[in-house]
C-alpha cells in the first residue's frame, strides 16, 4: 500500500511539469492553442505546421531542455507524409511534435545543426519513404542496399512486397 | 600532410569471423585512424513493415525476434504501447514478472558483453569464465520461459506464465551464485593493472560529445550522463523498486565496463526486490483483437541503453505504422569520435564496448591505399591479433593474466 501512495504522489507532481510545458508553449505560441495534448504522465503530443515548425522546435530545445533526439518517425498518411520529432528532457518527458509535408513535394529541412546524431534517422527517412532532406552531409545510405531501386520507397503505403519467383520460392 | 598517405582499409560486411555484418571504412595515417565510416542496414529485414500487414498478436512474435540478445526488450516495450492505446489496466504481478525477466536479460547480456570484451583484448580466460558462469543466467531463463532466448513471455495484456514458489526458490539461489562472481569480476576489473592499462584512455567520449551525439545506456552513463529510463520514464515495476542508477566519469572503455558490472549487481537487488514484493493476481487482462485508433510512445532501458518504438493504430487488427529505434543505432555514431587520433589496434574493443547489436540495428573493415590505389580487407580475426600483438609491443600482455587466472579456478 506505501507503494501505492508514493506512486499517485509522483503522478501528481510529474503532471505539474507535463501542464506547465503545455501552459508556456500555448503562451509563446498562440496558434498552439488546442493542438498541445498530453495523453499521459511523461508523454506530451504537439501538431505544428511545417512553417512554424523551426520556432517551436528550438524553443523547446533552447527553454525547456529537450535535448535528446530519441528518433524521428515517418508516416504515410495518404495525401500527406507526416514527421513526428520524439524529444526527451531529464525529468523523462517525451515531446512528441509532429508535422506534415506534400506528398508531391516531400522536401524537409536536417535537424542535423541541433542534433548531429539524427543523421541516421533521416537517412532512414529518405530510403524507406522517399523524403528529400534539405541538405544531408554527404554519406552512405541507409538502411536499404545501394543497388536498391531509386523510386521504390518500401514504407509508403502504395508500396507492397513482390511475390517472389517460384525458382526463388525454392531458395528461400 | 599530404593526402596520399591516407589508406583506407575496408572491414566487412560479411566475413565468418564476425558476428553479425556491417561494415566499416578506415581511414589511416601509418597506424592512426583519420576517419571511420559505417556502413550498415545488411540485416534490415522490413520488420517495420511486415508489422503493418500483420496482426497485433503475431506482431509480438515477430518484433520479439529483432534482436536475439534483447528479445525481452523489444516484445516488452512493443506490448507497452498497444496497451497504452488500447487503455489496458496491465495486472500488477504481470508487470512484476516483466520486470524479472527484463532484468535476467539484462544479466545475461552484460556477462556475454564481459566475455567479448575479454576477447577482443586476449584476455581469453575471461570470456570462458563469463560464459559459463552466463549459462546459470540462461538456465533460470530458460526454466521460467521454457526458452534460451526469444522467451515469448509477453503477450497483450499482462504474461503468458507465472513464477511459482520453486521457481522462486531457483531464482534466489542463481542470483546468489551470480552475485558471487559478480563481485569478483569488479575485483578483477578494478585490481588487476593489465586491465586498467589496457582500457584506460581507449574510446574517450566527453560528456559533451556524448550529450550532442545522443548516446544512450551504459555508453552514455559511462560519460558521466546519469540518465536510465527504468528510473526517469519508469515502466513494468521498476517505479516500486529501489535502485542505483550508476555512473561513471572514466568516459572510457574502461569506465564502460566498470558501468556495466555494476549494474549486474544493481539487477541482482531489483530481481530479488521484485520477488518479494510481487503480489499474487491475475496475469493478464483480455485484450480486444481490434485496437482502437491512436497512438503511444514506449520507452525500454535495454542492456545496450534506450530503445524506443512508436505505434500507431486504426481501429484494425493491425497497425498503422510500428517505428522501432534500437539503442545500437543511437550509439553508433560515437564510434567515429571515439576512434578519431586513435591506433587501429583500438578498433576492436572500442567497438565492442559500446556493445553494438546489428541485428538490432542492423561487420568487416576496408583499408585504401589511395597512392597505390591498392584496396585491402582486412579480417576480424585478423584485425583482433594485430590488435594483441600491438599491444603486446607496447607491454600490455595477457598471457600471464590467462595463465594466474586458469591456475586460480
Redesign the interface.
Known amino acids: 500500500m506505501l ?1 501505492d501512495t ?2 499517485h504522489k ?1 503522478t501528481v507532481r510529474k503532471m505539474d511539469t507535463e501542464n506547465k510545458i503545455q501552459q508556456e508553449l500555448i503562451a509563446k505560441f498562440t496558434y498552439l492553442d488546442g493542438k498541445v495534448k498530453i ?2 504522465i ?2 506530451i ?1 504537439v501538431e505544428v505546421t511545417q512553417e512554424k515548425f523551426t520556432d517551436v522546435f528550438e524553443y523547446l530545445i533552447n527553454n525547456e531542455g529537450f ?5 524521428i ?1 515517418g ?2 498518411e495518404g495525401a500527406t507524409f507526416g514527421i ?1 520529432y ?1 524529444l ?1 528532457e ?5 515531446i ?1 511534435i509532429k508535422t506534415s509535408i506534400p506528398k508531391e513535394n516531400p522536401v524537409l529541412k536536417t535537424i542535423t545543426p541541433y ?7 533521416e537517412r532512414e527517412l529518405t530510403d ?1 519513404l522517399g523524403f528529400e532532406i534539405d541538405t544531408l552531409p554527404p ?7 545501394d543497388d536498391w531501386p531509386h523510386d521504390e520507397f ?2 509508403r503505403k502504395d508500396w507492397k ?1 513482390k511475390e517472389l519467383k517460384p525458382e526463388e520460392k525454392k531458395n528461400a | 600532410m599530404r593526402e596520399s598517405k591516407k589508406f583506407r582499409i575496408p572491414i566487412g560486411p560479411q566475413h565468418p569471423a564476425l558476428k553479425e555484418p556491417e561494415s566499416f571504412s578506415v581511414a589511416l595515417k601509418g597506424e592512426k585512424i583519420k576517419g571511420v ?1 559505417v ?3 545488411y540485416n ?1 529485414r ?1 520488420i ?2 511486415a508489422c503493418e500487414q500483420r496482426t497485433y498478436i503475431q506482431d509480438v512474435y515477430l518484433i520479439e525476434r529483432i534482436c536475439g540478445i534483447c528479445s525481452h526488450t523489444h516484445s516488452t516495450c512493443f506490448v507497452q504501447a498497444v496497451e ?1 492505446i488500447a487503455g489496458l489496466a496491465v495486472p500488477k504481478r504481470a508487470l512484476y514478472i516483466r520486470t524479472i525477466i527484463g532484468e535476467l536479460e539484462r544479466i545475461h547480456s552484460h556477462y556475454l558483453w564481459l566475455g567479448v570484451a575479454g576477447h577482443e583484448i586476449g584476455f581469453d580466460t575471461l570470456l570462458m569464465y563469463s560464459w559459463r558462469d552466463r549459462e546459470v543466467v540462461m538456465d533460470v531463463l530458460a526454466m521460467l520461459t521454457g526458452n534460451r532466448v526469444n522467451y515469448g513471455i509477453n503477450c497483450i495484456g499482462g504474461v503468458r506464465r507465472d513464477i511459482d514458489e520453486t521457481q522462486t526458490a531457483q531464482v534466489l539461489k542463481a542470483v546468489g551464485i551470480l552475485e558471487e562472481r559478480t563481485k569478483y569480476y569488479i575485483e578483477v576489473a578494478t585490481e588487476e593493472t593489465t586491465i586498467i592499462k589496457r582500457l584506460s584512455g581507449v574510446g574517450m567520449l566527453s560528456r559533451e560529445d556524448a ?4 548516446a544512450v545506456g551504459p555508453t552514455a552513463r559511462a560519460s558521466g550522463i546519469d ?1 536510465d ?1 527504468r ?4 515502466y513494468a515495476a521498476y ?2 523498486l529501489e535502485f542505483d542508477v550508476i555512473t561513471d566519469a572514466h568516459c572510457d572503455v574502461y569506465g564502460r565496463t566498470v558501468v556495466r558490472l555494476k549494474e549486474l549487481m544493481q539487477s541482482y537487488r531489483i530481481i530479488r526486490q521484485a520477488l518479494k ?1 510481487m503480489p499474487q493476481g491475475q496475469l493478464t487482462v483480455r485484450a480486444p483483437r481490434k485496437i482502437p485508433a491512436g ?3 514506449s ?1 525500454y532501458e535495454a542492456p545496450r541503453g ?1 530503445d ?1 518504438h ?1 505505434v ?1 493504430s486504426n481501429g484494425t487488427e493491425q497497425p ?2 510500428v ?1 522501432v ?1 534500437a539503442p545500437t ?2 550509439n ?2 560515437t564510434v567515429k569520435y571515439m576512434l578519431r587520433d586513435r591506433y587501429l589496434a583500438d578498433m576492436p574493443i572500442v567497438i565492442a564496448a559500446i556493445d553494438p547489436c546489428f541485428s538490432c540495428t ?1 561487420r568487416v573493415v576496408s583499408l585504401n591505399d589511395t597512392a597505390n590505389k591498392k584496396r585491402e580487407v582486412i579480417e576480424w580475426q585478423k584485425l583482433r591479433s594485430y590488435s594483441i600483438e600491438w599491444y603486446k609491443k607496447q607491454g600490455i600482455d595477457f598471457t600471464e593474466l590467462n595463465r594466474k587466472f586458469k591456475n586460480r579456478d
Open positions: 507503494s508514493r506512486d509522483r495523453s499521459r511523461r508523454r503530443f535535448l535528446h533526439l530519441c528518433t518517425t508516416l504515410d513526428i520524439h526527451s531529464k525529468n523523462g518527458i517525451v512528441n542534433f548531429p546524431g539524427a543523421e541516421i534517422y524507406l554519406g552512405s545510405r541507409y538502411p536499404l542496399p518500401p514504407l512486397p | 565510416d556502413r550498415l542496414g534490415h522490413g517495420e513493415k497504452e550529450l550532442r551525439l545522443g540518465y529510463i528510473q526517469k520514464d519508469p517505479a516500486e514484493k497512438e503511444a510512445i520507452r534506450e524506443v512508436y500507431k498503422e505504422r517505428k529505434r543505432l543511437a553508433i555514431r542492423d
